[in-house]
């Protein structure tokens, strides 16, 4: 158990819809990092959070939006959805943002836009 | 963040030891090489990382040349719960706004 809690496991909702993903770090942890992974796809980096500051971003679609809260928990909200936003999406939380400080993932939101 | 190389696929015995090789040429001083694996549609897990010298904890070995432009990573005693996707990933040290890349890593397959 790597400590970082996401929710729903699982999603199926219609296109264009819009749904919410959260996301619960690691206790201590000020880090949060969102990936998405396709269908045989590799781990696709979306954005990163920093006690509460957005601190990177990669190729996140405009649709997609996150928070990290106060409280450091964490949402990526996804709207508009497309058949091609099927996937599953990771949260990680790390004590810091900095290079000598390993990521924990979560065990995914697994999306499916129908 | 220096891009790394991994062969795609590999094989192990069970009981043996598995050696993941990685190549991380344009390595700069600052950047770390961080090792993680992701068994089918689970979240990825944090194996080990280091900076220039070898580290060992209960999961693995990792051994990173002197040179720093390649690495390997040991299980010592592969099992099957070992089958899995190994990424090599070079993290830089310091600074707040960095992006953590994974590429496509290695499909250690190991066999009874």
Redesign the interface.
Same mark, same amino acid.
């Given at each position: 158990d790597?400590g970082?809690t996401q929710t729903p496991k699982h999603l199926i909702t219609a296109t264009g819809q819009r749904v919410t993903l959260r996301c619960s770090p690691r206790s201590g942890d000020l880090s949060v !990092?969102w !990936?998405q992974q396709s269908l045989d796809q590799?781990?696709q *980096?979306l954005i990163?959070y !920093?006690n509460g500051e957005e601190?990177?971003?990669?190729n996140i679609l405009e649709r997609f939006s996150a928070q990290q809260f106060p409280d450091l928990h964490s949402e990526l909200n996804l709207s508009s959805l497309e058949l091609g936003d099927s996937a599953?999406y *990771?949260c990680?939380s790390s004590v810091v943002?900095?290079?000598?400080s390993?990521?924990?993932?979560?065990?995914?939101t697994?999306l499916t836009v129908t | 963040d220096a891009k790394t190389t991994q062969p795609p696929s590999m094989d192990c015995a069970e009981g043996r030891a598995a050696n993941l090789p990685c190549n991380h040429s344009t390595i700069s001083g600052n950047e770390y090489v961080y090792w993680y694996r992701q068994i089918h549609s689970q979240g990825p897990q944090y194996i080990i990382h280091g900076l220039k010298n070898n580290e060992t904890n209960e999961m693995a070995s990792l051994i990173i040349t002197e040179d720093r432009k390649s690495s390997t990573l040991i299980l010592p005693h592969a099992t099957l719960r070992d089958t899995a996707v190994y990424y090599c990933i070079v993290v830089r040290s310091g600074g707040s706004n960095y992006k953590l890349t994974f590429g496509k890593g290695t499909l250690l397959t190991v066999n009874p």
């Open positions: 790597s970082v !990092y !990936y590799g781990l *980096f990163h !920093y601190r990177a971003k990669g599953l *990771f990680a943002g900095l290079g000598n390993p990521l924990h993932f979560g065990n995914g697994r | -």
